[in-house]
């Protein structure tokens, strides 16, 4: 009697810990998810329960145009199982497959990852980017130019697909995951272009597994993912499909996993950290603590890896300094924010280890300092910037910087990913806990996080290049800026990076547009606004003097820093402004805003100042004016790209993909400003007849050849010979879209913030000249074949 009692507590913990396959092969989910627990007789089937494999990360790499990184562009990660210490040593040692390292990220956007990188000396590894949709519109789309800049220095990309739950798109993800499967560098061999490299891509994440709706399209999702990106050839993962529950959402996981096929295209599970959508119910405390959240994602963390043999990653820790979590029992404070963001690098018992420890492969702060300057971050939340103060800073990146140099001293170079698949594993080869532990001294042990060092320089930001070429592929001229250009009002590069605009085209823009004057009015003769100017839009806030003045024989064309034509709140219907029934002219006398104004207005709409910028939109706010300036560039460019890609040909763009983005741009730019189609035949048309004109007949006509005659270069051609031309006299307007790319290359020339090109510092600062295909990363080179190790069993759930 006792020794079956003996073996049933035994097979109890064995059960609990998830060694279950093992045992008993043939138990069904419901036995594993009540955790029932039945004698074993057999005492033998107790050692054939081993405590587990070790399982550790790889990425195939191949050369860099830089010497101190391996470039991934092209290729892919798996994870190897059995990773025994042979194994181990034998990976350590491979120039072709790279261990990869537990890694430290920065969200919510690529832009922040630069910024933040500075303050961790550089060694972030991790770039989350969110692409956010709603119910109007499907989720934004990676730039596949931008992707391979990131992993071609070494730095996985995790694109977070989020629309709040109204608008889980399963066609949109496969779009996205087209893009990172099919734009990368051509095949040397075959010709073809393939994957981007290794991505992380999550299904819609915090989705409301309660709706049957939700998680259906969740699972569509997965399996658009895989074959958007082709992924998986046999076991190297190009597009690793993350599952994105709410943390601590078992049930969830449960419901989407349920399906053999489902399960078999998933390979992590991603969870975020939110100080607001936690539930702490249980804590019976009045301000919320940030152990106990980490408490509940280390369960979630055990659960995913034991459960379901699912490693985790976390693209988001979200404390903030105010507001209730979700049971509404306790509030957070900024203290308690700082606290949550120290302890996870500092102290013995630091979370970072054990994370690692349970299967999480990297993690991401989420916000440096977009929320600052956005209207509204995606997880809209209340005060979570990490760059605000020196305290917040302190707590996370001098913790940041202090674990990746212990880490180093030690000689466990940056951590790698190793963890065990079952509770009890020992992975204790060469990164084993105890081991940096005891390395770990002074500060970071003690809890206290050192001083915040001065930022790195940054060489790599990874901007959404308009050119990532050393050369402008057009013969534009360069026009002088004034250094305020490149930093004044932040929100510019904050909504640039949102919507994947070069931040520095958005700012050329701007500086045309309005010479960064928030408060600015372009004011037109009446009827030269193609019928749609405004005789008066008074400023909501009574900030700008000028919007009040009415001119006769004079119409306002343009608003604010953006010159949107978009009108304020106020002047919207009342049945889309019921809170606005009339307003107050700044004579005094009230009026009823006219329904007619807004729906006139020929660039944006209401529905997106609204929904996208503010429910109290205003032009003369610069925020405001740059959410929705770049919100209509967008729009514009994808009737850009539409009309490129039916005129390849005649443009004589060749294969240049840059020279093909910056003429996409150029006629997106000539949209924003009121160019339709009708302007480009006429362009498109001269251009065409030019180019068969020989070098007699030209100088027969009085033109000159190579400029009016000859010439192949569209944007000098419409700038030289339809605006100012010695042959044309048509028209003395000005050549708007010439005019910003000239300030966009006089901005990235002159600013020492600029990131484009994106490999353009990093040279210069290595002292060496940029290979001729300028920043393009090499593509993957041919590999010998590897044999795979066979994928762990998944467990019965």
Request: with cysteine; glycine share 8%.
């Amino acid at each position: 009697m006792r020794t079956s009692l003996f073996i049933s507590l035994i097979v109890a913990v064995i059960l609990v810990s998830g060694c279950l396959r093992n045992i008993a092969p043939n138990y069904n989910t419901e036995y594993v998810s009540s955790m029932k627990k039945y004698t074993v007789y057999d005492e033998g089937l107790i050692q054939e329960c081993k405590l587990g494999q070790c399982i550790c990360m790889t990425c195939k790499n191949s050369s860099s145009i830089f010497p101190q990184y391996k470039s991934l562009v092209g290729g892919s990660c798996k994870f190897v199982h059995e990773c025994n210490n042979t194994v181990f040593t034998e990976l350590l040692n491979d120039s072709q497959n790279r261990l990869r390292p537990f890694m430290i990220g920065q969200g919510y956007s690529i832009s922040s990852f630069a910024d933040a990188n500075e303050y961790c000396a550089g060694k972030l590894n991790m770039a989350v980017h969110w692409l956010v949709g709603d119910n109007d519109t499907p989720y934004q789309l990676p730039r596949a130019d931008r992707t391979m800049c990131l992993i071609d220095r070494e730095v996985l990309p995790v694109y977070v697909l989020y629309s709040n739950g109204t608008n889980i798109n399963a066609t949109r993800a496969n779009e996205i995951a087209k893009i990172l499967g099919t734009e990368g560098p051509k095949n040397p061999i075959l010709g073809m272009a393939g994957q981007v490299g290794p991505v992380v891509i999550t299904t819609e994440i915090d989705f409301n597994s309660s709706d049957q709706a939700a998680v259906d399209a969740v699972k569509r999702q997965i399996q658009e993912i895989n074959a958007g990106c082709n992924n998986r050839r046999p076991n190297d993962i190009f597009c690793f499909v993350a599952l994105a529950p709410k943390m601590g959402d078992k049930e969830g996981v449960a419901k989407v996993l349920d399906e053999q096929d489902i399960r078999d295209g998933v390979d992590l599970i991603a969870f975020g950290l939110n100080a607001h959508t936690v539930n702490l119910n249980d804590s019976y405390k009045p301000f919320c603590e940030p152990g106990d959240v980490y408490n509940i994602a280390m369960d979630f963390a055990r659960f995913s890896l034991y459960n379901y043999s699912k490693p985790t990653i976390i693209p988001y820790i979200l404390f903030d300094s105010d507001g209730p979590d979700a049971s509404g029992k306790c509030n957070w404070t900024e203290a308690a924010m700082i606290d949550g963001y120290t302890n996870f690098f500092t102290g013995l018992g630091s979370y970072v280890y054990q994370f690692k420890s349970l299967g999480v492969i990297g993690v991401a702060a989420y916000d440096f300092n977009s929320s600052q300057y956005a209207i509204s971050s995606p997880l809209s939340c209340i005060d979570c910037s990490l760059g605000k103060n020196t305290q917040r800073m302190e707590a996370w990146f001098s913790g940041c910087r202090a674990y990746k140099k212990k880490v180093n001293d030690a000689g466990f170079g940056d951590n790698f990913v190793l963890f065990g698949n079952e509770s009890g594993s020992s992975c204790d080869h060469y990164a084993n806990l105890a081991g940096i532990l005891s390395t770990m001294t002074g500060n970071l042990a003690t809890g206290t996080p050192p001083p915040l060092a001065p930022p790195n320089k940054t060489f790599m930001r990874c901007d959404a290049c308009l050119n990532d070429n050393i050369t402008f592929p057009f013969k534009v001229e360069t026009f002088g800026i004034q250094q305020d250009f490149c930093t004044k009002y932040p929100e510019l590069k904050i909504f640039a990076d949102m919507r994947s605009l070069d931040p520095m085209l958005v700012r050329a823009i701007a500086a045309r547009e309005s010479t960064f004057e928030p408060c600015a009015v372009a004011k037109v003769d009446t009827g030269d606004c193609n019928g749609k100017g405004y005789d008066f839009v008074p400023d909501p806030d009574d900030v700008c003097i000028q919007a009040k003045e009415r001119i006769p024989g004079k119409q306002f064309c343009g608003l604010g820093l953006m010159q949107v034509l978009d009108p304020p709140y106020t002047f919207w219907p009342i049945e889309d402004n019921p809170d606005e029934v009339e307003g107050i002219y700044y004579d005094g006398s009230k009026y009823t805003p006219p329904a007619q104004l807004y729906k006139e207005a020929p660039r944006g709409d209401i529905k997106a100042a609204k929904l996208d910028c503010s429910p109290r939109f205003n032009p003369f706010n610069a925020t405001h004016s740059a959410c929705l300036g770049t919100n209509i560039l967008v729009t514009k460019l994808k009737a850009a790209e539409t009309y490129v890609n039916n005129n390849l040909g005649s443009l004589e763009i060749g294969s240049d993909i840059n020279k093909k983005r910056i003429l996409t741009f150029y006629f997106a730019l000539s949209y924003y400003v009121g160019y339709d189609n009708g302007n480009f035949k006429t362009w498109l048309d001269l251009f065409t007849e030019q180019k068969g004109i020989t070098q007699d007949e030209c100088a027969n006509q009085g033109r000159t050849y190579g400029e009016c005659c000859g010439n192949k270069d569209f944007i000098y051609f419409v700038h030289k010979c339809y605006y100012t031309g010695e042959t044309n006299a048509r028209k003395p307007s000005k050549d708007y879209a010439y005019g910003v790319l000239g300030l966009y290359k006089g901005l990235n020339e002159g600013c020492q913030n600029a990131g484009c090109p994106s490999c353009s510092k990093l040279f210069s600062a290595l002292g060496t000249v940029p290979p001729a295909s300028g920043c393009t990363p090499p593509p993957m080179l041919p590999q010998q074949p590897i044999i795979a190790t066979p994928p762990i069993t998944p467990r019965i759930p």
